[in-house]
T-cell receptor, first 113, second 114 residues
């Protein structure tokens, strides 16, 4: 069974600074995908970034990038130049083979002006 | 383009009543997912449909819960009878590429059972 662990329940960062959210996962699948989803106060979940495990290059989407350490089963999210609109819950998720998409418990990020 | 549409957004009901949550997936998506979110348990997958057929319902908590997808543009999640521990936010999500694709979530239905 897959597990996803987010060890930081809450974090805060000053506007324009950089913040890194941690995630570790465990899976027995050889081919799997990792995701970061954002849930703003409006409640709707939005995909931030996706990483395919067989790709060594870390995924990047504008100000969002990941540090994917396959051997360590670590998948952290870096947000550069933080903006007030980045305030949200962030969920790490893993999916492999025929397994369900499994979410971590989330990290509440607050960007302070 | 319209996203995933869920109704109602909020539902308050009394224990023992029947609750029906509705979802309209994005047109053209062939996979539909129902999730439940609570503080204690986080996000849990309840059931997954592919091409209107239930593929994995192992997350459905008990027989009080049932889900249907009569056609590609509509799904329901029914709880009968409802209990206070069913209080949660229920999300519907759809995907065009099955399990490995990006999930597009609705805004959720917040259910409160008194």
């Amino acid at each position: 069974a897959q597990t996803v662990t987010q060890s930081q329940p809450e974090m805060s960062v000053q506007e324009a600074e950089t913040v890194t959210l941690s995630c570790t996962y465990d899976t027995s699948e050889s081919n799997y995908y990792l995701f970061w989803y954002k849930q703003p106060p409006s409640r709707q979940m939005i995909l931030v970034i996706r990483q395919e495990a067989y790709k060594q290059q870390n995924a990047t989407e504008n100000r969002f990038s990941v540090n994917f350490q396959k051997a360590a089963k670590s998948f952290s999210l870096k947000i550069s130049d933080s903006q007030l609109g980045d305030t949200a819950m962030y969920f790490c998720a893993s999916q492999g083979g025929s397994e369900k998409l499994v979410f971590g418990k989330g990290t509440k990020l607050t960007v302070n002006p | 383009d319209a996203g995933v549409i869920q109704s109602p957004r909020h539902e308050v009901t009394e224990m023992g009543q029947e609750v029906t949550l509705r979802c309209k997936p994005i047109s053209g998506h062939n996979s539909l997912f129902w999730y439940r979110q609570t503080m204690m348990r986080g996000l849990e997958l309840l059931i997954y449909f592919n091409n209107n057929v239930p593929i994995d319902d192992s997350g459905m908590p008990e027989d009080r819960f049932s889900a249907k997808m009569p056609n590609a543009s509509f799904s329901t999640l029914k709880i009968q009878p409802s209990e206070p521990r069913d209080s949660a936010v229920y999300f519907c999500a759809s995907s065009g590429t099955g399990y490995f694709g990006e999930l597009f979530f609705g805004e959720g239905s917040r259910l409160t059972v008194l």
